[in-house]
Nanobody, 119 residues
Framework: QVQLVESGGGLVQAGGSLRLSCAASGRTFSNYEMGWFRRAPGKEREFVAGIGWSGGSITYAGSVRGRFTISRDNAKNTVYLQMNSLKPEDTAVYFC????????????WGQGTQVTVSS
């Protein structure tokens, strides 16, 4: 299976932007549907965005729709999360996840990257 490594997190002021990257290695990246999740302090992990193997079938959580954009570059084995108009409530550890096209659940996870949005 693939291995996932996130990068791009950091500290940003409210209203600012960040772009997260998730680099995959190992098995064929294009065989995998990809997603971003986050876990805020004291809360459970929640779905943020997902993208199909070919770049279609994009879905977003309602709380980020219109502000975040997920994309992927299969030639670079990388999935991105462009985050604009960030809010303090977006503060969380963001995780990249993968699942094979025939699997319903995400079963491969990265280590996470911290995003902190100051007010």
């Amino acid at each position: 299976q693939v291995q996932l490594v996130e990068s791009g997190g950091g500290l940003v002021q409210a209203g600012g932007s960040l772009r997260l990257s998730c680099a995959a290695s190992g098995r064929t990246f294009s065989n995998y549907e990809m997603g971003w999740f986050r876990r805020a302090p004291g809360k459970e992990r929640e779905f943020v965005a997902g993208i199909g193997w070919s770049g279609g079938s994009i879905t977003y959580a309602g709380s980020v729709r219109g502000r975040f954009t997920i994309s992927r570059d299969n030639a670079k084995n990388t999935v991105y999360l462009q985050m604009n108009s960030l809010k303090p409530e977006d503060t969380a550890v963001y995780f990249c996840a993968a699942r094979q096209r025939t699997t319903a659940l995400y079963n491969v996870w990265g280590q996470g990257t911290q995003v902190t949005v100051s007010s």
